[in-house]
């Protein structure tokens, strides 16, 4: 199967703070969609970002901004200016075609 | 609704008997997905339906779980003989193709505890 990092388990920034969210993946494919999504103690999944693998420009909308790297296999995840509602659960999310292969997500707490 | 709709939000069940999930994809959406979520975990890719069609069950762990998409819309999830290991949270998404390049939106999931 392919394997999906997500290195840090739990982060804790204070309000205001930009953070990073780091995701390393397995491929043998050479096209394939990374998708980011956020999960709020509501529980369900919310779709963040995606970005395809033939496009390394890294991009911004609004407070959210990616850094993809193909030649690394990373594709990190950044929320500037961090606000209590981003208390979530982030998930890094390969699509090679047919589903998505979720890493095991960073818990982000965003204190006041 | 205009989400995906999973019921029941709960299901407690003995040890061994049958359960059935359902889930009801957002309307026009051909592509319909299982997942399963333990807690602290990721979810856990279980089986796709491409329309009517299970076009990708690799992630059923054993010969116990089943799903059907009868008319390609309305999905059900059947576990049979309930094990205390098969309590999760189980999400269901539906996405508008099925491919790569679009995401997919989910349901706020069932959660199943066997006891």
């Known amino acids: 199967a392919q394997k999906v990092t997500q290195a840090q388990t739990e982060i804790s920034v204070v309000e205001k703070e930009d953070v990073t969210l780091d995701c390393v993946y397995e491929?043998?494919?050479?096209?394939?969609?990374l998708f980011w999504y956020k999960q709020p103690p509501s529980g369900e999944l919310v779709f963040l970002i995606r970005?395809?693998?033939?496009?390394?420009q890294n991009e911004i909308s609004g407070r959210y901004s990616w850094n993809f790297q193909k030649s690394t296999s990373s594709f990190n995840f950044t929320i500037t200016a961090s606000q209590v509602v981003d208390s979530a659960v982030y998930f890094c999310?390969?699509?090679?075609?047919?589903?998505?292969?979720f890493g095991p997500g960073t818990r982000l707490s965003v204190l006041p | 609704g205009a989400g995906v709709s999973q019921t029941p939000s709960n299901k407690v069940t003995e040890k061994g008997k049958y359960v059935e999930l359902r889930c009801d994809p957002i309307?026009?959406?051909?592509?319909l997905y299982w997942y399963r979520q333990s807690l602290g975990q990721g979810p856990e890719f279980l089986i796709y339906?491409?329309?009517?069609?299970?076009?990708?069950d690799s992630g059923l762990p054993n010969d116990r779980f089943f799903a059907v998409r009868p008319e390609g819309s309305v999905s059900t999830l059947k576990i049979q003989r309930t094990e205390r290991g098969d309590s999760a949270m189980y999400l269901c998404?539906?996405?508008?193709?099925?491919?790569?390049?679009?995401?997919?939106?989910f349901g706020q999931g069932t959660r199943l505890t066997v006891v």
């Open positions: 998404a539906s996405s508008l193709q099925g491919k790569a390049s679009t995401e997919a939106f």
């Open positions: 491929t043998r494919d050479t096209t394939y969609y």
């Open positions: 970005r395809n693998s033939f496009d390394e």
């Open positions: 999310a390969p699509d090679y075609g047919q589903n998505f292969v």
């Open positions: 309307s026009g959406h051909t592509a």
């Open positions: 339906f491409q329309g009517t069609g299970a076009a990708d």
